[in-house]
C-alpha cells in the first residue's frame, strides 16, 4: 500500500470513529439535558397546579358514584399544560383512587416500585413506550390517548407542615413533541459533525497528498542518480578495455529475457539487473594489460583474472540497496560440477539468479570477439552452452535459455 493509500484507509476510519464517538456523545448529552428540562417542567406543573389544590379528606378513599364525578369535575378544571395527557391518584396502600378509567378505581398494585418510593416522599418518573403501558395496566380500551413515548412522573402529595405525603398523584406527560424536536436537533448536530469532519479529511488528504508527491519525486530523483551511478561505474570498467566494451549491457539484456521467462519480478529482478550491469566491476582493480592480452593467459594471470568476483563485491559492499546483489555477484564464475570460483559451490548450492547470471554472461561472452580469439557464432555458442549442461550451467536453465535465443534470432538450432 502506498502512504497515501494507507493514510486514507487509517484516516477515514479514525474520523469514522471520532464522528461516532463526538455524535453519540453530543446527542445523548442533548436528549438528556431536554429530558431532564421537560420532566423538571411537568414536575413543577403538578406540583403548582395539581398537588396544591388537594386536601388529605379527598384522597384517601377510592371514589365512587357521585363523589368519583365530582371528583372527575374539579380536575377538568385543573391547568395542566399541553403534555399532561391523564393524571392517576394513588393512595397510601396502593389502590387507585382516581383515574379517568372508572374501572380501575378501586384496584391495587402492588408491584409498582416508583409508586412506592413516591409513597416515601420521592418525585420519580420512568419512561414507557405505549406498548409497554398496555402491558402494565391493561389499558387497551384507551389507545386513542395514547402517545408513543410516555413520561410517568410520579408526585408524592404532602400537607402543609408535613413531610410524609398523604397520597401520590401519577401525571403522564406526553413525550412525542419531545422527542420529535429532540429528532430534529440530532440530524442538525450528525450533520455538521459529519460535514465538519469531511472538510477535515479533505484537507488532511490534500496536505499528505501533496507531501506524498513530493516524496515520490524525490524517490524518484534519488532511484534515478543511483542508476546514473550505477551506469557510471560499469562506463568506468568500459573504457579500461575496447574488448568488454557493452558486455555488461547485453549481459543484462540476456538476463532480462529469463528472468520474464521465470516470472522473476520485484526486489528479486531489480537486484539481478543490478548484479548483471555490475558483474565484472571488479576487474577495475585489474591490469589493462590482462584484459587486452592477445594470448593466452598464464596461470598467474587467470589467478589475478579470477579475484574480480571477490573484488567486485568488496568495492560494492557499502551499498546498502545492492546487498542482495553481492552474492549474485561473487557467484557469477561458479560453475555447476562445482569446479567454479571463487568458493567451488556446485549445483543448488550456487544461488539461482549467479546460475541465470552465468548463462548469459558466458553466451555474451562467447558470441563476442576476444584478443585471443573470434567470435562463435551463436549456432556454435548454443551447441556449447548445450554441451556445458551439468558441466558449466544448470541443464534447466540452459533448456529455458535456448529457446529464447532461437525466438530472439527467429530460427530454430
Ligand atoms: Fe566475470
Ligand atoms: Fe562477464
Redesign the pocket.
Known sequence: MSLIQRFSLLCFLALTIFVILIGWTISSTMEQHMLHKAIKESADIVQQNVVKHMEPADLAQPKIGQEYNKFSEEIEHLSLGPNIFKLKFWNLDKVIVWTVIQEQVGKQFKENKHLDLAIKGQVTTEIEDSHGLHQKYHDKDDESIEPSKTLELYVPIKVKNSTQPIAVVEAYYNLDPLYDEIAIHKRIYWSRIIVGFALLYVVLFGIVFQASKRINYQNFEIKDMFFQIISTLVNALDTKSSWTKGHSQRTEQYVELIAQEMNIIGEQKQQLMLASML??IGKIGTYDSLLDKAGKLTKDEFEMIKL??VQGVSILENIKQLQNALPIIRH??ERYDGSGYPDGLAGEEIPLMARILTIA?CFDAMTADRPYRKALSVEQTIDELDKNKNIQFDPELVDIFIPLLEKLEGKKF
Open positions: 558483474h565484472d574480480h568476483p557469477h564464475h554472461d
